[in-house]
């Protein structure tokens, strides 16, 4: 069985092939036995593109949107681990060999580099992080899912 992250959500809007969904997160503190001291703040709001699915759903829907998991470690690595290891390889090499200033700011030239570059691939990575949308039945009871 594949590992499967899943999210609640609600529909947002529904556009042609496209699904807009309302997820809220929060930060992993608000789950604590400390909870009540957390606020608002530790909750975000995201919204999620998906591909239409064959269920017909309306704004307003409540819905599961699920990921592979693996696609959730891909993201991670591509969004933090990456960067990091491109910024500190391009610090080293070009502090040997320029001031540390200088350094610092090709490291930090690099890093904006990087980003752009996965901005500009986006159409590709779209392709590749496919979330799908569930619809959830007004039976279901939410701790379940």
Same mark, same amino acid.
Not at 15 to 24: P, Q
Not at 83 to 96: K, R
Not at 119 to 128: G, S
């Given at each position: 069985?594949?590992?499967?992250?899943?999210?609640?959500?609600?529909?947002?809007?529904?556009?042609?092939?496209?699904?807009?969904?309302?997820?809220?997160?929060?930060?992993?503190?608000?789950?604590?036995?400390?909870?009540?001291?957390?606020?608002?703040?530790?909750?975000?709001?995201?919204?999620?593109?998906?591909?239409?699915?064959?269920?017909?759903?309306?704004?307003?829907?409540?819905?599961? &949107?699920?990921?592979?998991?693996? @696609?959730? /470690? $891909?993201?991670?690595?591509?969004?933090?681990?990456?960067? %990091? *290891? !491109?910024?500190?390889?391009?610090?080293?090499?070009?502090?040997?060999?320029?001031?540390?200033?200088?350094?610092?700011?090709?490291?930090?030239?690099?890093? &904006?580099?990087?980003?752009?570059? @996965?901005? /500009? $691939?986006?159409?590709?990575?779209?392709?590749?992080?496919? %979330? *799908? !949308?569930?619809?959830?039945?007004?039976?279901?009871?939410?701790?379940?899912?």
């Amino acid at each position: 069985m594949r590992d499967i992250i899943e999210h609640l959500g609600v529909v947002e809007d529904v556009v042609e092939d496209k699904i807009i969904v309302s997820v809220v997160t929060k930060s992993a503190c608000a789950s604590c036995h400390a909870k009540g001291a957390c606020s608002i703040a530790d909750l975000k709001e995201k919204y999620i593109e998906a591909k239409a699915s064959e269920e017909i759903l309306k704004k307003g829907d409540k819905v599961i &949107v699920q990921m592979e998991q693996k @696609l959730g /470690f $891909l993201a991670l690595f591509l969004g933090y681990l990456l960067p %990091f *290891i !491109v910024v500190i390889t391009a610090l080293l090499i070009s502090s040997a060999l320029l001031s540390e200033v200088i350094a610092a700011g090709v490291s930090l030239l690099f890093l &904006v580099i990087y980003y752009f570059s @996965l901005y /500009f $691939l986006r159409k590709k990575w779209r392709d590749t992080f496919k %979330f *799908i !949308v569930k619809k959830i039945d007004g039976d279901t009871p939410l701790h379940l899912l």
